[in-house]
């Protein structure tokens, strides 16, 4: 098989998209950052079974890094991601230039700026910008491609809410389809970030997923998140792990969470300079009498 | 003849355009916020050379004003811009609610966020993220919409710059088109403010347009920038004008002039509590030597 063709021009991508959409053909999207893995390709499978055709994007964005994190050395990887792609269902990759994506400069053009209460919190604290950074970029893809579905890995899940509610508040006509994290079989969320990890930080990795359901069976056994949280913390601190956040939040809206309604919770977490992040869901208690 | 359909709904909207694009129709849009006049009213007739069918959107954008400035008593007269509108060429007019237009609340949701070399200077330093406002309505008008043209006038010369700049590098597919700005006969710009001046205001507006026409005539003649800005202050203020700014600038980008290339003039200045602003273009000085 062919791997699929790889387009930066965006006149190229343009009559490439006029071709299909002359014929009625719908279009999916997938935005990625390259170095693809198993949970890349499992969007990538997803949206060649809704659509009649598949973009895989890769472009690893300037504007979502902040000025001490990972843009410089974070892998780029395009012929082992092209050999991933070939027979996935991918009909094309737009790999644009950082120019073509941001004409004015990265960071010195349009932003989009992502409400305080989606983009401050949880990542965003310690990340600033970050989230602004991403619904630039994912703006600008939507808007180089127009595609009727996109794809988004629930892994990054407040990445994944904030882009559904930017395109609702956007008025715009994507739709957004969610899918669940895959993991490696120890139970660590599949990562282009895995890589950086040596083999001892390899080995404690999935102890992030573990302590995470734990305390997800602690609250579904009926246990108060003061103390579930305060217990994960001490077994994050004992694995090694110098946490950023463990959170429980609603999980539409990812305010404070109501106990009535379906929850998320969220942990990012190092280990060494490696920052690693993981959610699960938590269902709505059975409470008696609330509706 | 019978005025155009309003459309509050999106679904309704997007069922119209549904119906359009299924049969190749191109679709052009002409954002207002109302009260129009025979400068919005050329827009429109422009738009329907141009496209097969036209939208104008009156929607009074919250976001754009100020904390002190003229929203609440800004003029809605939709009854009256029907009127106008019937046999213009307009086929549907788009009037969305706030809460179709900002889901999240308006200046609560995602907004855009103008450069600053673009948006701070000129109308951005004195209404400070009043471009931020414009720029978030325009893209939601945008997404709604998806039309192949949209029309603005030269009279909001420093917003027609900043959309043009946003299309190019949000990677918008938009085609803007500019058309020069409409006059009464006494050559004061048409604008929906004007019917906030007094009897005797009115009698003076046409002033700026004047005194800005023999800043040209002086800067056509040679005449060194800043002695006309000097002399061009000196008679709005006799004028009785309270002037925000007289401004040379490059037509294109807004940045400081260079005389090689095409500028433009431009002044906001008050007749009372009323806000007017008025724009004029330099033609390159013929300089020898340089290409």
Redesign the interface.
């Not at 010195?108 to 409400?115: A, C, E, K, R």
């Given at each position: 098989m062919r791997p699929p063709v790889v387009v930066s021009d965006?006149a190229v991508l343009?009559d490439r998209l006029h071709a299909w959409r002359s014929v009625g053909s719908s279009v999916g999207l997938v935005p990625t950052m390259g170095n693809l893995h198993e949970g890349h390709l499992g969007l990538v499978r997803s949206a060649a079974a809704s659509v009649r055709h598949v973009i895989v994007s890769i472009f690893v964005n300037p504007t979502q890094f902040g000025p001490n994190e990972d843009f410089a050395r974070y892998p780029r990887t395009l012929e082992h991601d092209l050999a991933q792609l070939t027979g996935s269902g991918c009909d094309l990759v737009w790999a644009p230039s950082v120019a073509t994506?941001?004409?004015?400069g990265p960071g010195?053009?349009?932003?989009?700026?992502?409400?305080a209460e989606l983009g401050n919190i949880l990542c965003g604290d310690a990340r600033p910008g970050h989230f602004d950074g991403v619904?630039s970029v994912v703006?600008?893809l939507f808007?180089?491609v127009?595609p009727d579905m996109a794809f988004f890995g629930e892994k990054d899940f407040q990445q994944l809410r904030i882009i559904e509610?930017?395109v609702?508040?956007?008025?715009?006509?994507v739709r957004i389809k969610a899918l669940p994290t895959v993991r490696e079989t120890d139970g660590l969320a599949m990562s282009s970030r895995n890589g950086y990890l040596d083999s001892g930080q390899r080995r404690q990795a999935p102890l992030l997923h573990r302590v995470l359901s734990q305390c997800v069976a602690r609250l579904d056994a009926g246990q108060d998140w003061t103390a579930v949280q305060t217990e994960g913390l001490a077994e994050l601190a004992t694995a090694g792990f110098d946490v950023d956040y463990l959170a429980l939040c609603d999980a539409e809206t990812l305010a404070g969470p109501d106990p009535r309604r379906p929850m998320r919770l969220l942990v990012a977490a190092r280990l060494g300079s490696t920052r690693l992040i993981d959610n699960l869901a938590v269902q709505p208690r059975g409470t008696v009498g609330t509706s």
């Open positions: 965006p343009a994506m941001y004409p004015l010195q053009g349009f932003g989009v700026s992502v409400p619904a703006l600008r808007n180089q127009g509610h930017m609702n508040d956007l008025s715009l006509s």
